[in-house]
């Protein structure tokens, strides 16, 4: 049974940092790419930030370049989302995915986990 457990998010202020994690059970974590997806209040959800199985493959959505860094562990098989110069629409509920090798997307994640609030206030 495949489970992923996010932790780490919470209420900051503009400007603040927070780092999402993501443990994986139940999946042999090297052959997934992993991927961050968040749901604001009203709107779909969008790709944050994917990671393939050795490092390779990080891209971000472009609202989040150069303020957000994706990494993986995967000797304790988590992946990560380091979140910097946070802004107001950053908040909404973020979720861990995973896909078995390739790009990761919305709509073709093989596994989910139950999300993360992050709420940023100004």
């Known amino acids: 049974q495949v489970e992923l457990v996010e932790s780490g998010g919470g209420l900051v202020q503009t400007g603040d940092s927070l780092r999402l994690s993501c443990a994986a059970s139940?999946?042999?974590?090297?052959?997934?790419?992993m991927g961050w997806f968040r749901q604001g209040p009203g709107k779909e959800r969008e790709f944050v930030a994917q990671i393939g199985g050795s490092d390779t493959f990080i891209y971000y959505a472009d609202s989040v370049k150069g303020r957000f860094t994706i990494s993986r562990d995967n000797a304790k098989n988590t992946v990560y989302l380091q979140m910097n110069s946070l802004k107001p629409e950053d908040t909404a509920v973020y979720y861990c995915?995973?896909?078995?090798?390739?790009?990761?997307?919305?709509?073709?994640?093989?596994?989910w986990g139950q999300g993360t609030q992050v709420t940023v206030s100004s």
């Open positions: 995915a995973a896909k078995r090798g390739g790009w990761i997307a919305v709509k073709n994640s093989d596994y």
């Open positions: 139940g999946l042999t974590f090297t052959t997934y790419t």
